[in-house]
Structures are given as C-alpha cells and as structure tokens.
C-alpha cells in the first residue's frame, strides 16, 4: 500500500502560478508512475500528467505548455508546475501512484486526498 499526502494548493489569480507537492510513502515499487489527476464540481476526473520513474511524461492537452511534472526518486516526491493559470483550471487535484504502466496506461493504485486550486480574481 502506498500513502500519497498533497500540499500547495490554495486560490491564486488568472496568470499566476502554484506549485503542488504529493509525498508518497509505503511499498513503492523501483519502476512507477506517479501523476496529478483534476476534478472539477459535476465533471469527471481528468489526468493533468504523469510522469514514470524513467521521467517519461504524458500530458492533457488543455495542460501542455503551462503546466509540468518533475519527481525526486530519492524523496519519493512529485511535483506539479503550475503556469498561466486560467479559471478553468479550478479544480480539487489528487496526487496517484501506478506500480503498472504501459506506454500511456496507467494503472492508479493509490490515491491522495486532493488539494483545492482556485484561480478567480
């Protein structure tokens, strides 16, 4: 079983930025994928990106060249980069963990408790 705790989220303008952080703990596997998921009220949750620990990277569209995905493999620590900030990236975002993966399937195994991002002016 793998623990997933988030932190940063909080409300912020339209163009600012927020970084969040998602700690896991517990049995991690050498080879994973960790990723940040969204879900915004009466919608479905999304993936945002995910990153193997290979620092491969997937990401959504809405996402691509705003955001970005690091981890540190030593701390067992990923990161979500968040730039240019729009409304519609409000959303509770959840940190999740994969032991099985291929190509861009993920298996989520574990989830975090999420973090509220608001971005309103």
């Known amino acids: 079983q793998v623990q997933l705790v988030e932190s940063g989220g909080g409300l912020v303008q339209p163009g600012g930025s927020l970084r969040l952080s998602c700690a896991a703990s517990?049995?991690?596997?050498?080879?994973?994928?960790m990723g940040w998921h969204r879900q915004a009220p009466g919608k479905q949750r999304e993936l945002v990106a995910a990153?193997?620990?290979?620092?491969?990277?997937n990401y959504a569209d809405s996402v691509q060249g705003r955001f970005t995905i690091s981890r540190d493999n030593a701390k067992n620590m990923v990161y979500l980069q968040m730039n240019s900030l729009k409304p519609e990236d409000t959303a509770v975002y959840y940190c999740?963990?994969?032991?099985?993966?291929?190509?861009?399937?993920?298996?989520?195994?574990?989830w975090g408790q999420g973090t509220q991002v608001t971005v309103s002016s």
């Open positions: 517990g049995s991690i596997f050498r080879v994973n994928a």
């Open positions: 999740s963990y994969a032991d099985t993966y291929y190509s861009s399937y993920y298996a989520w195994s574990s």
């Open positions: 990153i193997t620990s290979s620092s491969s990277t």
